[in-house]
């Protein structure tokens, strides 16, 4: 605790002056990225040597896949929502693939698992866009309907051998001269999309409208139950895609695989700069976050801490960040 | 407006009118319980020989979550919600099984009663931080979950640990009648010593009051920081008295935390609780902690796959709360 306190007390000497702040508001990339610089010299210090393409290649591998799940976060935070059900879509889609992986191919399974993951996001979206019903809790609920089915289809397909296919494992879990990561493959068009989609799309600058303040968005003209529809079957869609490589990534196929990824990536959208609040946001930090979240644990991991202190760093880190947001820009 | 006052008027003309106001203020609390009543009944046609054990393991399975809901429902009515409830019970869990282990019966009260301390500490650590940040208090329990979760594996790196003998058993067997279960009497002794008292004093009335409306609240002279804080420390107890729960009916500690942040809020949600704060009590979320695990029994007795009780479950949940704002929204068309 005394580091998170001290570093609080570093970052109100380095904030006196009123264009730092500003800094900090407006383009919060600039110091995630010296954090992520820091973050990467203290590694290399504390273990020397360790910082290499190899290095490299491993962060990547596995921050790919917290960024993909934490873009599911971004997105729906931005018009003021959150996304549980992403633990339990990307379990699913993972698992549904192994599981038509012996049989009717795998590529079968990848379009079941998709349009299965496209239903829970529509229900999702129906819930949020037209009930009203309070996303945290829609999610939640959807996320125990999805576990649910899931487990019974475990049931049903339990004759057939549920492996990963090859594929799917070399896609998440090689890299290209042990360096470059395969799941760059998904992942570089997937961010692009989202990065382009938010910036430059109509549709995205709808997201930040309804999110920032839904009754002038309304008045404007924005249909907002069409968008939070919408959303949600992209944000399903994504966690699938995520769930693909982590099936891939740990060569496992389990209906809770993901799960103990739900926490982390929304964390890395509050790291990033998303306000769970709406409207102030992007998925660039997102990804930097997902990096910065991944280099700590890589680091504590290669120092030989526990995975106890691990999460309590996580935590702490969270709490310090999302408060120094808060101050800078004055939102309660 | 009008309509508002009048009805207060008639209400303290007539009795019977008085009466029927405070049904229809728990209407939703009264719908629970003929609920469960109905599905008892149902319970006992489609298994004859559902009696005195069903009803014990019922009472002594639905402790830990329905502590926990009393502690999400507090957090709830004074407009937050915490995150954090499953790791506050493994580490409250975990510090309680590790403490007793080979110690002195007496030794096992005196940990108890730490650890419920150690509950109000956590609780007070994340109110506190949610007051001075000013961060949202979703993003700070869920912090915090990783915090208290991590501090749980740094106590007790696997599941082990003991408990005191006197422990397990204030909450298995019945006491006096056979029907009714020493975890029942436990549960309603707690909630009746602790949030009664506390429903019933100025805390109660501001935490309702934040919850309903902080701006409101904070013009009529309650300390709204205070009082937030204040919640989050007596949902601390409550999930210190869940974790409890948990060593008196494991006989250990384990440090992962189960499923009860989220089951906490689903109960909370379908005991009539607004998430928007200010509105329910904590009762309905025990009535209905107590209607899901029955219905999970329910489904082992029909002999259905129990996970389509998880399914069961999360439509219920979401059903229950698209028909509820389905008639906030035609309300405030009306």
Known sequence: ?332 | MSAVSGTIDTERARPADALAASARRNAWNLALLGFLAILLVFTKLIQPSYGVPGVQGLAISVLPLALAAVAQAIVVLSGGIDLSIGSMMALVNVVAATQMQGRSEEFGVAVVLGVLLLGLALGAVNGTLIVLTRVPDIIVTLAMSFVWAGCALLVLPTPGGGSAKWLPELVSGSLGNEWIPKAAVGLIVVVALIWIPVRRSWLGLSLYAIGSNRLAAFRSGVSVGRTRILSYTLMGLFAALAGVSLTASTGIGTPVPGPYTLLSVAAVVLGGVSLAGGRGSVFGPILAVIILQLIRTDMTFLDINTNFATVLQGLILIGVVMIGSLVQIRASRA
């Open chain 1, 1 to 332: 605790m005394s580091g998170v306190a001290s570093a609080s007390g570093a970052r109100n000497a380095w904030l006196t002056g009123a264009a730092w702040r500003a800094l900090f508001r407006d383009r919060p990339m600039i110091p995630l990225l010296f954090l992520l610089a820091i973050l990467v010299v203290v590694s290399e210090l504390a273990r020397p040597g360790i910082v290499g393409p190899e290095w490299i290649g491993v962060i990547l591998r596995a921050a790919v896949l917290l960024a993909i799940l934490a873009g599911c976060q971004t997105l729906t935070m931005l018009t003021g929502g959150i996304d549980l059900s992403v633990g339990a879509v990307g379990s699913m889609a993972g698992f549904v693939v192994a599981s038509f992986a012996a049989g009717a191919g795998w590529p079968t399974g990848v379009v079941v698992a998709l349009i299965a993951a496209a239903i829970a996001g529509f229900v999702t979206g129906i819930g949020v866009g037209v009930f009203r019903v309070h996303p945290l809790i829609m999610t939640l609920g959807m996320s125990f309907v999805i576990l649910g089915l899931a487990n019974v289809w475990q049931l049903q397909s339990v004759v057939t051998s549920t492996g990963v296919p090859r594929e799917f494992r070399s896609l998440g879990s090689q890299a290209y001269a042990e360096v470059v990561p395969f799941s760059l493959v998904v992942f570089v068009p997937v961010a692009a999309l989202i990065l382009v989609g938010l910036k430059r799309t109509g549709y995205g600058r709808l997201l930040y409208a309804i999110g920032d303040n839904p009754i002038a968005a309304r008045l404007s003209g924005a249909r907002s139950w069409q968008i939070l529809v919408v959303l949600y079957v992209i944000s399903a869609l994504l966690a699938a895609i995520a769930g693909f490589l982590y099936s891939g990534y740990t060569n496992v196929a389990s209906v809770t695989l993901v799960d103990s990824a739900v926490l982390p990536s929304v964390a890395a959208a509050v790291i990033g700069g998303t306000s769970i609040l709406g409207g102030r946001g992007g998925y660039g930090g997102t990804i930097v976050g997902a990096l910065i979240l991944t280099v700590v644990s890589s680091l504590l991991s290669s120092l030989g801490y526990p995975e106890a202190v691990r999460q309590v760093l996580f935590g702490a880190i969270i709490v310090a960040v999302a408060a120094a947001y808060t101050r800078v820009t004055g939102e309660t």
